[in-house]
């Protein structure tokens, strides 16, 4: 079943608010390999500026999952997960995120292509704090393969 | 640990310049560690039996984890994780990691584009395993100001 083209330009409503815990940080820092002391140690992120400790730059692919997951349940979307490959991904910063940020992702469809039997969905979440300021915007594009 | 916060000299940067290099070791653990860490429990990334099933090679790496170790020796070269405003890349072969052996990852951090008046650098990454690129056009826009 090919994806839903109708899906293009398609907006979804706010995820529920992710809070931004310091041993998440320091957990998923560890998983990515990130040594700097300002991902871990509070103290140096202080002396850098921060208020507090500062995730590495694919953080934002935690809060991000909760709204492919919303576009992947979407009924219409005709979105086989078992299918599905992950084409490229881009995050775009106006400023790091840092434990203690509540952050709300909100999902749009930036575009739907059919490439011989597999579809390419480009999904856009756009990632703001509790003052609704602009964090981080995460680009992904899925392949979704077709039947070989 | 690496020493935080010393950030380079924008002047003194030259396009074509090697910034950082790294080997990274993947073991399976690495794989789990990754999992619980990002919540993407996808069972081709610690089962071989659910990958042979779906005409995988073997256990793949996150791509993600990929993307996110290969940023490291630049976050580690700017002095702070922050400098780094953006991020891309494209996913074009998988890692397949050996529940014995692991895999070796291979990193080049090379400065791609400077912008003097941003006082920005595009470092341009070569990940390699086995010899063969994995990640495509990926480029880390570093803020030097």
């Known amino acids: 079943m090919p994806v839903n083209p109708e899906l293009q330009g398609r907006e979804f409503p706010p995820a529920a608010p992710y809070l931004v815990g310091r041993e998440k940080v320091r957990e998923f820092a560890r998983a990515v390999f990130a040594t700097s002391p300002i991902n871990h140690d509070v103290e140096a992120a202080r002396a850098a500026g921060h208020a507090d400790v500062v995730a590495p730059p694919t953080f934002a692919v935690v ?31 106006s400023r790091a995120i840092v434990a203690g940020d509540e952050l709300t992702a909100r999902l749009t469809v930036s575009s739907v292509k059919t490439l011989g039997a597999h579809s390419m ?24 393969r077709g039947d070989d | ?67 996110g ?44 584009q400077l912008d003097a008046e941003a006082r920005t650098a595009r470092v341009d990454l070569t990940v390699t395993f086995e010899g063969a690129t994995v990640l495509g056009k990926a480029q880390v826009r570093v803020v030097l100001a």
Do not use: C
Not at chain 1, 74 to 85: Q, W
Not at chain 1, 122 to 131: P, Y
Not at chain 2, 99 to 105: F, I, L, N, R, T
């Open chain 1, 121 to 144: 969905v480009t999904a856009e979440s756009v990632i703001s704090d509790a003052a609704g300021e602009h964090v981080v915007t995460a680009i992904s594009t899925l392949v979704v």
């Open chain 2, 1 to 67: 640990m690496t020493q935080a916060n010393q950030t380079p000299d924008f002047d003194a940067l030259a396009v074509g310049e090697v910034v950082a290099e790294r080997h990274v070791h993947l073991t399976r653990d690495a794989l789990v560690r990754y999992a619980g860490a990002s919540g993407d429990f996808n069972p081709i990334h610690y089962r071989d039996d659910v990958a042979a099933s779906v005409g995988l090679p073997g256990v793949l790496a996150h791509g993600m984890l990929t993307m």
């Open chain 1, 63 to 93: 809060v991000q999952e909760h709204t492919l997951a919303q576009l992947l349940a979407e009924p219409d979307a005709g979105i086989d997960f078992s299918r599905v490959v992950h084409g490229d991904q881009r995050f775009t910063s």
């Open chain 2, 69 to 112: 170790l290969a940023v490291q020796p630049v976050v580690d070269w700017a002095g702070d994780p922050a400098r780094v405003a953006d991020y891309q890349v494209r996913f074009t072969r998988p890692v397949v990691v050996d529940p014995e052996q692991g895999a070796d990852v291979a990193i080049s951090a090379k400065i791609g």
